[in-house]
């Protein structure tokens, strides 16, 4: 079995705004193996793109990592020197945001965007050599090489993606974390760009950590799933565990069950009642109680403790019995 | 006795929580004591001191510093310097308080006419007002003068025109920006007409930056009444005026600063206290700031 | 055949750009009954938009017919338009974007009565009344009312939107991608809220969104368009079960699912990317990315229809 690549440990996250605390992150552990593809589901403000920050330690001034650890090849980032930081960032860690229109610099060409990469964490090559470098990831990408010198605006939507995952992919990291790289395109595009990012994590043996609110898109990428509610994983495990529909979370049921499904006609969709609980408290209890239709008097009291099964584990009372049993 | 009953913020009226926010915000209230001090001051200047003082020469006294008799000091003809400013600022602060309001409603009417009917209509207005911007705003309040003859309300008609294009230029860019909003498409959707969309959705959310920009340009057109009657056009010694009383002591101002000081302090303390206002006013009429 | 509440007659829309005439929507034809809904389904950049808003006359028309009752309300003068308001509305996608930021959600969901002629115009005593009963039919609480829409979260805020919509008692709501920036169980919540509203108030709705699934799960005829042109037109069990353009084909086998028995699927997937239909060449426009497309592709488009209620431009995607 390969090592875990990113350890992230009972990692307590808050944003110390002029008005309150909002408490983003409340004890959410991952882990992630070398080559695996990682999906991290949850809605929005449930703390996803606050998880994916941390680890690259770019949080916004405000933010503030309050308690627990991430380790990156049993290396512990929290107490290295921004220097480090700097060494990791772009080169061993790669991230992907959201929105490829204005992830790019307008003003200088794609090949120069992509090079300035090679420039900062591999200084030692000749011009040459970066250049080539370069023209090969392009044709990796399916983007001709000759339009290197091409600006951002010249390319649409889907091809600034590529040339993104490109600039992500040049120094071959060991780990990229995408944010949501596929919700500003059309899904003929991003059946492309998901496929694209599963050859060439294939080729490059990269770890993914995919962060998106569609089930679906996991469902299809994925080896494994944690599913974010509020700050809090509420269930983990391999996507066969969590869409088999076996003891899921009622949150992930819940989410399970909003999906229109294509190949049923269903006069109704299930909704989860309610709305998120506000990050400004923090939550006693399990923080998906309130929606909750078997939420018990314990639900609101106490964290669940973790219920694992193999692979699988969901942090629910429900599953409480069933724990005592074994 | 009648009892005040509070009621909770969210029975407020819009105009009750307007009024409501502007009053928490201390700078703006601040501005408000300011700028009601200097016009009060200026006012009631003809029960502080007499109107003589500010034109009698008394050159035995000239070049006074600050002392019990001349508050301000004297100027080199032994005129009361604290005389001047108050009758000064009557045509400081009335004529450029007139001059920012001529510029900001005309710059309005003729950037928000440019910006929402937009095609004809822009190209037209906005070649106007780009030749009124050619000329150098001095170069032209001095033709306008030179034309209509001297007078202050001339003064004021020649210096506002200067000021047109800056006005007409930003209200017309922030029209363009919320014309092309979903809620005023969505206006339309149900019908309403476009002068009410005009007032009820373009206007209340392009002002704000306005209003400030016009507090700020309120010390520059202080400055530009000066200039003009520095160039003998339209306010001109003996006649005080704040600019003017800097620029007609500037040879002295070297050695005697409190010349320069105590005109300068008045403009500045305006200046920020309209500006106070004007920022006050924009948070005000802004639901997101905090209640 | 019942005569429709809402038709189109060979509707264009052309825009003029720098670069030529972009045909943004070309002959499009279709009718809604009372108490349907038809799907629009594309692309961003196919046009479905553009026909949601031509078909209310936010935008000009350039040639062609909207039938309102079998009336030409492309037709009307100004002083017959508000009978078009009235009956026909529009949710929008962005329920930040769509309301004012200075109104309180009262002022929000009662200004579609301001712009009633004045001999309809409601007192304020009733305006209030109208406003509320209009809340609650939404799921709004009433103690919104008086809050500002910064301080409501998005599901809240397209709620708004339809209660403004709804509150002129109209009978055809233009609905433009009303849930596409909403989370997922929020987009649950509201399209059972707009299912309900439309079994209660017999609506009908033209439904444009480019997530297949949500189409199909609203819509009782759904239409597909690429690049201006309607591709697939067909009620939405058809389409579902027998998709012949080979775009719908790889449309529905782009969508990612949970089914993982779908997972190792065969894809189609379609290359290249859709561009602009600036001064188009005459032809399907799908046939550069099409992996079926032929010389003939290239001369002509015009919807067949292929078996009884099911129009399609092509039937390549028959496997």
Known sequence: ?326 | MKKRVKKPLSEYSTGELVLYRFRKNKLAMLGVAMFLFVTLMILIAPLIRPYDMVVKQNIADRLQGPSSQYLFGTDELGRDLFSRILYGGRISLFCSLAIIAIAFVSGALIGGAAGFFGGKVDTVLMRIVDMLMSVPSALLAMAIITALGNGVWKLVLALSIGQIPRFARMVRSSVITLRNMEYVEAARCFGISSMKIMLKHILPNGIGPIIVSATLTLGAVILSISSMGYLGLGVASPTPEWGTIISENKVNIQYYPYLGIFPGICIMLTVMAVNFIGDGLRDAFDPKSKN | MAQALVEAVDLCKYFKTPKGLLHAVENVNFRIQEGKTLGVVGESGCGKSTLGRTVLRLHKATSGKVLYEGKDILSFSRSEMHNVHRNMQMIFQDPYSSLDPRMSIRALIGEPLSGLPRSERLSAAEEKEKVDAIMQMCGLPLHYANMYPHELDGGMRQRVGLARAMVLGPRFIVCDEPVSALDVSIQAQILNLLMDLQDEHKLSYMFITHDLAVVRHISDDIMVMYMGQVVEYAPSHMLFSSPMHPYTVALLNSIPTIDLSRRGRERITIHGEISSPVNPAPGCRFAPRCPYATEECRNEHKLVEVEKGHFAACTKGVK
């Open chain 1, 1 to 326: 079995m390969s090592e875990n690549l990113l350890e992230v440990k009972d990692l307590h996250v808050q944003y110390n705004t002029d008005d309150a605390v909002v408490y983003a992150l409340n004890g959410v552990s991952l882990n992630l193996k070398e080559g695996e593809k990682l999906g991290l589901v949850g809605e929005t403000g449930a703390g996803k793109t606050t998880l994916a920050l941390s680890v690259l330690r770019l949080l916004p001034k405000v933010g503030q990592i309050a308690s627990g650890s991430i380790s990156y090849k049993g290396e512990e980032l929290l107490d290295k020197p921004e220097s480090y930081m700097l060494g990791l960032r772009g080169r061993r860690v790669s991230m992907i945001f959201q929105d490829p229109m204005t992830s790019l610099n307008p003003v200088k060409s794609v090949g120069d965007q992509i090079r300035e990469v090679l420039d900062l964490h591999f200084p030692q090559l000749t011009k040459e050599a970066k250049n080539e470098k370069v023209d090969q990831m392009l044709q990796l990408v399916g983007i001709p090489a000759s339009r290197k010198n091409e600006f951002p605006h010249q390319f649409s939507g889907g091809m600034k993606q590529r040339v993104v995952i490109a600039m992500a992919l040049i120094s071959q990291p060991e780990l990229l974390l995408a944010d949501e790289p596929t919700t500003a395109l059309d899904v003929t595009i991003q059946a492309q760009i998901m496929a694209l990012m599963g050859q060439l994590k294939d080729r490059f043996n990269t770890a993914v950590l995919l962060i998106t609110h569609d089930l679906g898109l996991v469902a299809e990428f994925c080896d494994t799933v944690a599913v974010i509610y509020s700050g809090c994983i509420v269930e983990s495990g391999t996507v066969e565990d969590i869409f088999s529909g076996k003891n899921n979370h009622p949150y992930t049921k819940g989410l399970i069950g909003c999906i229109p499904d294509l190949s049923k006609d269903e006069d109704r969709l299930h909704p989860i009642p309610g709305h998120m609980a506000d990050a400004r408290t923090l939550p006693s209890g399990c923080p998906f109680a309130d929606r909750c239709a078997n939420a018990m008097d314990k639900c609101r009291k106490e964290r669940p403790e973790a219920f694992s099964e193999g692979t699988h584990t969901v942090f629910c009372h429900l599953f409480d019995n069933m724990r005592g049993g074994v």
